[in-house]
């Protein structure tokens, strides 16, 4: 098993940047990709951005591209989300997962996932 922490949630305005933090425990040996996904009230889940675990190649949603990186930090062994020039409509839960799979997008490959952070961007 693989266990997900996801921090750094919060309020913040518009124009604003943000970073989220995934801590990874457990068997992370079995770690292909880890990636963001964000949920906002009413909507599905969708993908945000991901980084391959050995690679540390990234792949981002058309929406986000430009504004976000994903990025390991080796030294904490955590996957950070770094969001930039923040807008309303980027309010969400903000979701980590990790799958055992290289296909880093879709959803439904992701196997283990944290509980989600909170961010929530004022007009």
């Known amino acids: 098993q693989v266990q997900l922490v996801e921090s750094g949630g919060g309020l913040v305005q518009a124009g604003d940047s943000l970073r989220l933090s995934c801590a990874a425990s457990?068997?992370?040996?079995?770690?292909?990709?880890v990636g963001w996904f964000r949920q906002a009230p009413g909507k599905e889940r969708e993908f945000v951005g991901a980084v391959t675990w050995r690679e540390n190649s990234t792949t981002y949603a058309d929406s986000v591209k430009g504004r976000i990186t994903v990025f390991r930090d080796y030294a904490k062994n955590t996957v950070q989300l770094q969001m930039n020039s923040l807008k309303p409509d980027d309010t969400a839960v903000y979701f980590c997962?990790?799958?055992?799979?290289?296909?880093?997008?879709?959803?439904?490959?992701?196997?283990?996932w944290g509980r989600g952070t909170q961010v929530t961007v004022s007009s």
């Open positions: 457990g068997r992370t040996f079995s770690i292909r990709a």
């Open positions: 997962a990790a799958t055992p799979q290289y296909t880093t997008t879709w959803l439904k490959a992701y196997s283990w």
